[in-house]
Nanobody, 123 residues
Framework: QVQLVESGGGLVQAGGSLRLSCAAS????????MGWFRQAPGKEREFVGV????????YYADSVKGRFTISRDNAKNAVYLQMNSLKPEDTAVYYC????????????????WGQGTQVTVSS
């Protein structure tokens, strides 16, 4: 059974930083893309960032470019999201995603999802 478990969410003031982690189990994703999505209250889930299996291709949503950094550790079957200069509009449940298909344009269609971790940014 595949599981993606996120950690590292919490409450932070605007301008602060958080680092999200996602640990995968049940299968290895070392040859697949991994990424992050988020869903704010009353809004649809949206793409945040994705990293290819090798780390050679990384894509971000325009809203987080320059502030968020995605990375992965294939030996640990894990993906991370370093979030700096956080804004109140970054408040959302953040979901880890893995597997599926990553297109050359950066469009990512995950095969597996985590349960999410809450990130709240106060003003």
């Amino acid at each position: 059974q595949v599981q993606l478990v996120e950690s590292g969410g919490g409450l932070v003031q605007a301008g602060g930083s958080l680092r999200l982690s996602c640990a995968a189990s049940g299968r290895t994703f070392s040859m697949y893309a991994m990424g992050w999505f988020r869903q704010a209250p009353g809004k649809e889930r949206e793409f945040v960032g994705v990293i290819s299996w090798s780390g050679g291709s990384i894509y971000y949503a325009d809203s987080v470019k320059g502030r968020f950094t995605i990375s992965r550790d294939n030996a640990k079957n894990a993906v991370y999201l370093q979030m700096n200069s956080l804004k109140p509009e970054d408040t959302a449940v953040y979901y880890c995603a893995a597997g599926g298909a990553l297109r050359g344009s950066g469009n990512y269609y995950p095969g597996y999802w985590g349960q999410g971790t809450q990130v709240t940014v106060s003003s």
